[in-house]
């Protein structure tokens, strides 16, 4: 079984639409993370949340907005989306806080045109 | 946290030992080292961690040195497998979530 899954694993889509990629994790962890990788291989975090609340926001525009169902899942909502949004996302997911390791998702790469 | 150096790429024969390096001289005392490698169209997988003891698990040996302002990541019988973009990593545990910070890395090569 897949750890860390996320769906679609491809999206391409065109300007303005809204989209959301989906993310769940088997590990019975309690924190999960969204990273964006872009055209130059650059990994930054965007959000992390623990048991469901945001801990973390990076500088992120407002239309993305992630949200937590419970600690099993972290979806990624995107609103109006641009050019520049252009990326791969990946989704991770760690116990507690800490120096736990983080697990990572094999990513869905967003195509907007 | 800490900035870390890697060089850009690496290769290394199959089999042989890959030795990845990694400069921190700006390295405070709670501040880990982690590595993490990123295989091509995968997500990021981690490698090993350590503080100031070198540390052994399954995939890699980690040595830091004494003054901790430099580590090596050492792979002992490297694969086709292994090649990937290897990243090295400081951070402390303190507050603030457990927010890894990824550089350029090192685009390791194996070959036969």
């Known amino acids: 079984d897949t750890a860390v899954s996320q769906t679609p694993k491809y999206l391409v889509t065109q300007m303005g639409n809204d989209k959301s990629i989906k993310c769940e994790q088997n590990?019975?962890?309690?924190?999960m993370y969204w990273y964006k990788q872009d055209s130059k291989k650059f990994l930054k975090i965007m959000f992390s949340?623990?048991?469901?609340?945001?801990?973390i926001n990076e500088t992120v525009p407002n239309r993305f907005s992630p949200k937590s169902p419970d600690k099993a899942h972290l979806n990624l909502h995107i609103n109006s989306l641009e050019l520049g949004d252009s990326a791969v996302y990946f989704c991770?997911?760690?116990?507690?806080?800490?120096?736990?390791?983080?697990?990572f998702g094999n990513g869905t790469r967003l195509t907007v045109t | 946290d800490a900035k870390t150096t890697q060089p850009t790429s690496m290769d290394c024969a199959e089999g042989r030992a890959a030795n990845l390096p990694c400069n921190h001289s700006t390295i405070s005392g709670n501040e880990y080292v982690y590595w993490y490698r990123q295989i091509h169209s995968q997500g990021p997988q981690y490698i090993i961690h350590g503080l100031k003891n070198n540390e052994t698990n399954e995939m890699a040996s980690l040595i830091i040195t004494e003054d901790r302002k430099s580590s090596t990541l050492i792979l002992p019988h490297a694969t086709l497998r292994d090649t990937a973009v290897y990243y090295c990593i400081v951070r402390a545990l303190t507050g603030g979530g457990n927010k890894l910070t990824f550089g350029t890395g090192t685009q390791l090569k194996v070959e036969l």
């Open positions: 949340y623990n048991n469901k609340e945001l801990i």
């Open positions: 590990l019975g962890h309690d924190t």
């Open positions: 991770a997911s760690s116990q507690g806080l800490r120096n736990s390791p983080l697990h």
